[in-house]
């Protein structure tokens, strides 16, 4: 996560843990990130995450799943 809050595309982070899941398969964890912009989170995609996610890989093999989900906060 520091290396992603050092892109300079996003403003903060969190590590959470999701509840009520099987943990045979072990926890689940969630990376959330927060851009101030839209266009902050297209840089990172187009510019960081390709090799930040071969390092994921690199280091974890199969032993994890990734995907992007684009929320908006609501107050």
Excluded: H
């Amino acid at each position: 996560m520091p290396e992603v809050l050092a892109t300079g595309c996003f403003i903060q982070s969190q590590l959470l843990r999701l509840l009520e899941t099987d943990e045979e398969e072990g926890p689940t964890y969630i990376a959330q990130y927060f851009a101030e912009n839209k266009e902050q989170q297209e840089n990172y995609i187009e510019t960081f995450a390709p090799l930040l996610r071969q390092k994921g890989l690199d280091k974890w093999g199969n032993r994890f799943i990734s995907f992007r989900s684009l929320m908006e906060v609501i107050n």
